[in-house]
T-cell receptor, first 116, second 114 residues
Framework: GAVVSQHPSWVICKSGTSVKIECRSL??????MFWYRQFPKQSLMLMAT?????????EQGVEKDKFLINHASLTLSTLTVTSAHPEDSSFYIC????????????FGSGTQLSVL | GNSVTQMEGPVTLSEEAFLTINCTYT??????LFWYVQYPGEGLQLLLK?????DKGSNKGFEATYRKETTSFHLEKGSVQVSDSAVYFC?????????????FGRGTSLIVHP
């Protein structure tokens, strides 16, 4: 089946630094990728939707200048948390839609970010 | 707006016990309903789905029936195994618009003991 690779699995960084998370579709072309965030014991919250070659669409309340999303190719999307602060500590997960399958989504394994 | 509510975990069971994880939703129209499963260290995987009222989704011994009258999509399995230990997410995607962007519940952790 389709595989989405997300790296790193976990990262610890100092406050004020930037962290990049990669999401790759390994055996299919992902026209659309989604980035979610999950706080402990809460739902997966959609942060943004990115389409290859165009600017990401951010959900209400998500700071686009803090969470930079790039979807430069059909197999790669990146999320950069800029000037991270402790309140950005969370679980981030990406998902991708296979252009040939439509409704079905494939998920990465997630990234646990801890900002000290 | 759309929302999904699922029971808070963890749910702890002995092997071969009966499992129910409750899920209710709020949405307009007839959304598609899903259960995803996340095994330790892996991404979410689609477990089963139902696209219209009274449909039953099933996979790997798990079942869920789309109940429009109670806006529910409870997950059940007759006899759980240790290998079923995972986090289970209930989700819905809108009935129209073609976006297919799912709304998720908070996830319910299932722990099955030998």
């Amino acid at each position: 089946g389709a595989v989405v690779s997300q790296h790193p699995s976990w990262v610890i960084c100092k406050s004020g630094t930037s962290v990049k998370i990669e999401c790759r579709s390994l055996d299919f072309q992902a026209t659309t990728m989604f980035w979610y965030r999950q706080f402990p014991k809460q739902s997966l919250m959609l942060m943004a939707t990115s389409n290859e070659g165009s600017k990401a669409t951010y959900e209400q309340g998500v700071e686009k200048d803090k969470f930079l999303i790039n979807h430069a190719s059909l197999t790669l999307s990146t999320l950069t948390v800029t000037s991270a602060h402790p309140e950005d500590s969370s679980f981030y997960i990406c998902s991708a839609r296979d252009r040939g399958i439509g409704e079905k989504l494939f998920f990465g394994s997630g990234t646990q970010l801890s900002v000290l | 707006g759309n929302s999904v509510t699922q029971m808070e975990g963890p749910v702890t069971l002995s092997e071969e016990a009966f499992l129910t994880i409750n899920c209710t939703y709020t949405a307009t129209g007839y959304p598609s309903l899903f259960w995803y499963v996340q095994y330790p260290g892996e991404g979410l995987q689609l477990l089963l789905k139902a696209t219209k009222a009274d449909d039953k989704g099933s996979n790997k011994g798990f079942e869920a029936t789309y109940r429009k009258e109670t806006t529910s999509f409870h997950l059940e399995k007759g006899s759980v195994q240790v290998s079923d230990s995972a986090v289970y997410f209930c989700a819905l995607s809108p009935a129209s618009g073609g976006s297919y962007i799912p709304t998720f519940g908070r996830g319910t952790s299932l722990i099955v003991h030998p």
